[in-house]
């Protein structure tokens, strides 16, 4: 499997933030990740290429400000975690994206960074930040109900503020908390202090981010599709690689796979799913790993029975409004599915005949989902494939390789 972005483009950013060159390798190749490259190099980061999947990043003695602009895409970690480096930076630096992600939250980091002293003249992209003398040891209090990446956002630049950096999360529950676990270890590797007092407060103290040569795990999340390949055909895969421990919420797949009736197996540094005869439904709260949803949801239309999914409510905010996006292609496939305000309410039961084509909603997770369903029902198309190059190019490769092997 291709590296984590998730843990790509922190270990970029981080790199962006040491004070001294680092190397990435295994580093994703993909839109999000070139869409982080682009930004840090236009902030004044020098990053070569030394050999496929290998990154050299030297930092900057300071970051510059990027007048000119800074393409977010559609990436989540382009749009959260470089604007708190934009702060640093020695002059203003504008932000904007695709059409699609003048929709994704945004608020509760930006107001952070007010917080700490940046102008900003608007609460989503597209917006500019002004850089100004920042704070720091006061407490800066987020809503990070929306994504937890406003909370990894802020910690990142923790250590670079004169005094450090106190953050406190209020408002509703908080998502993913294991990708705020990972920012939280990958800056401690770095050799930065991080207290936590509580579970929704966080104390980073000033001082020096050190370089550190860093290996970029596979993606687990982006294996989870392909692992319910095996699921939903009562077939069997086998991924290499599979990290002995891990802070990606993707790992979690495999315990709802079980649930489900599948079989796991792990050999050494490899994950076998093997699917039943058929799947049962399941009740799963997938709010720290709310990246699956697609997958679970494509695997509850294979299933006997009713899967309940819920703790979910954040996704309507990602490349789309997932929980509408997969009510909508569902019904579309004579799927009977109830949406709430936090899930979905799926009664498996998938129609096998006639052709349809499913809307991806420029979402790489909802091809992922036409994929799956596509297993248990030939004939589905979708209609815009060319948008997996978020976070796997090749994805269509090795589908392919994997379905017709």
């Not at 990740?33 to 020098?46: E, F, H, Q, T, W």
């Not at 909603?361 to 979708?382: E, K, N, Q, S």
């Not at 190059?389 to 379905?403: A, E, G, I, Q, Y």
Request: charged share 20%.
């Amino acid at each position: 499997m291709p590296g984590s972005k998730s843990g790509t483009n922190r270990a970029l950013v981080l790199a962006a933030l040491a004070d001294g060159p680092s190397t990435v390798m295994g580093a994703l190749e993909s839109r999000d990740c070139d869409l982080m490259v682009d930004a840090l190099r236009a902030l004044g980061v020098i990053i070569a290429t030394p050999r496929p999947g290998e990154l050299r990043i030297t930092p900057p003695q300071r970051f510059r400000g990027a007048p000119g602009g800074i393409d977010c895409g559609l990436a989540g970690t382009v749009m959260r975690f470089v604007p708190p480096l934009a702060c640093l930076a020695d002059s203003p630096t504008r932000f904007f994206g695709d059409p699609q992600a003048t929709a994704r939250p945004m608020s509760g980091l930006l107001d952070g960074l007010r917080q700490l002293g940046a102008g900003i003249d608007a609460d989503s992209l597209p917006f500019v930040i002004s850089p100004a003398p920042m704070a720091g040891d006061s407490e800066v209090v987020v809503d990070s109900s929306a994504s937890s990446q406003f909370v990894s956002g802020l910690l990142l630049i923790g250590a670079r503020l004169p005094s450090g950096l106190r953050l406190r999360h209020v408002g509703d529950s908080l998502p993913s908390r294991p990708h705020i676990a990972m920012t939280v270890e990958m800056l401690r590797a770095r050799g930065v202090r991080i207290d936590e007092p509580d579970a929704t407060s966080w104390r980073v103290h000033h001082g020096r981010v050190l370089p550190l040569d860093f290996r970029v795990e596979p993606d687990l999340t982006n294996a989870s599709v392909f692992l319910a390949a095996g699921a939903a055909t009562g077939g069997c895969v086998t991924i290499p690689g599979w990290p002995g421990s891990t802070l990606q919420p993707g790992a979690l797949f495999l315990d709802v796979a079980e649930r489900m009736g599948c079989t796991t197996t792990r050999n050494g540094e490899t994950m076998t799913v093997t699917g039943p005869g058929r799947l049962r439904g399941i009740d799963v709260d997938l709010h720290d790993a709310s990246e699956l949803t697609p997958v679970v949801a494509a695997l509850a239309a294979l299933a006997e029975g009713t899967t309940r999914i819920t703790g979910i409510a954040h996704i309507r905010g990602h490349e789309t409004d997932r929980l509408s996006a997969l009510t909508t292609e569902l019904r579309k496939l004579g799927v009977a599915v109830t949406e709430h305000h936090d899930g979905l309410e799926i009664t498996g039961g998938l129609p096998r005949r006639g052709d349809v084509e499913l809307s991806s909603y420029a979402d790489h997770r909802m091809v992922h989902f036409a994929a799956i369903i596509a297993l248990g029902r030939p004939g589905t198309g979708v209609d815009d494939l060319a948008c997996v190059s978020k976070t796997m190019p090749d994805f269509p490769r090795r589908w392919n390789h994997l379905v017709t092997a």
